[in-house]
């Protein structure tokens, strides 16, 4: 008998940890858009030092890039045809997974324009992007904090109802 329940307790404390997990997933994605955005922010200041000092060439810029350590984002080391490779880039599964459509919009808007005008066009809309960046970043590190506790709390205590009722 007090095996038996020494069993369901168990049970039940392991349901509340994977209830738990689960709500600590999300919390781990709003984490990861932070982090990109800050990827992203950290290239637009990469791109603005190049635009204001250095001006390479894009296809020059970011085989040179490659070599900047980002937590989400990755360039490869040669990039044979740029037009290609920006589209390519711009379809990474981590920006379909991480950003809400109309944040994926804009971003894309800004990338596909990339080299399109002159340094000084660059410059303005550059500090744009990165305006809107800083927005964005501003409301992921909020929303983490914000609904963080929430949805591990929220994991954790369906995760004990339904122990409870299995019980």
């Known amino acids: 008998m007090t095996a038996i329940l020494f069993f369901k307790i168990v049970g039940a404390f392991c349901i509340v940890f994977c209830g738990w997990s689960i709500g600590n997933q999300k919390v781990v994605h709003l984490r990861k858009k932070a982090t990109l955005i800050s990827d992203l922010l950290h290239l637009l200041e990469l791109l603005c030092a190049n635009f204001t000092y250095v001006n390479l060439a894009l296809p020059q810029f970011f085989e040179k890039a490659s070599e900047t350590e980002f937590a989400l984002l990755s360039f ?3 990039i044979p045809d740029f037009a290609i490779w920006k589209n390519e880039f711009s379809e990474m599964p981590v920006f379909d997974s991480l950003f809400s459509p109309e944040e994926k919009n804009a ?3 800004y990338w596909q324009a990339l080299g399109s005008t002159g340094p000084e066009e660059e410059l303005d809309r550059l500090a744009f992007y990165r305006e809107k960046l800083h927005l964005s970043l501003s409301a992921a590190q909020e929303q983490s ?3 963080g506790r929430m949805y591990r709390n929220l994991g954790a205590s369906l995760a004990a109802i339904i122990a ?3 019980l």
């Open 76 to 78: 490869p080391s040669e």
């Open 107 to 109: 971003f894309l808007d």
């Open 145 to 147: 904090r914000t609904y």
């Open 164 to 166: 409870v009722l299995l």
